[in-house]
């Protein structure tokens, strides 16, 4: 038996990397994609525009934050085209109802995420009436990937700063 992540463990990693890049002061979600050859080909996180300056009163203003920002999956998902070939992607959190729409109209055949979004329960009805399956991980998995995440950051801390 290998140390080694599974595929579906690597790819909520990499989600849960990309969730880093995320503004939001309250809630960072990440998500990957990948395609029919199960190579990850896109990578998003919720926040602003790409360009747009992020305001200091979206810390505090939760109605002017969603005003600005787009949800992860929503970001990923313009990265592609429904003809793209993606049949998988990961998530860091369950996906709302208007994001669960979206990936079901993407074709996406499979959705992996790691924590279920308190605030949504819709996603398993639309999924099911579009076909998707989905699941979250098990406690056993999200153990091994966040051991992973903290391994690798830990050997990250013992390289030696470069000199300046």
Do not use: W
């Amino acid at each position: 038996m290998t140390d080694r992540l599974t595929k579906e463990e690597f790819g909520c990693l990499i989600a849960l990397m990309a969730s880093v890049r995320s503004e939001d002061p309250s809630t960072k979600v990440g998500s990957c994609i990948e395609d029919d050859n199960q190579r990850l080909r896109a990578l998003g996180y919720n926040g602003i525009k790409a360009g747009k300056r992020y305001k200091k009163i979206y810390h505090t203003d939760r109605d002017a934050r969603l005003a600005a920002s787009s949800h992860s999956e929503e970001n990923l998902l313009s990265l592609i085209t429904r003809n793209d070939g993606m049949k998988k992607i990961y998530l860091t959190t369950s996906p709302c109802a208007s994001c669960a729409r979206l990936i079901a109209c993407h074709g996406i055949e499979k959705v992996i995420f790691i924590n279920k979004y308190p605030r949504c329960d819709q996603y398993p009805l639309i999924f099911k009436e579009h076909g998707v399956k989905f699941r979250q991980i098990t406690k056993k998995e999200k153990s091994r990937i966040y051991a992973e995440a903290s391994k690798m950051l830990n050997s990250l801390l013992e390289i030696p700063a470069p000199k300046v």
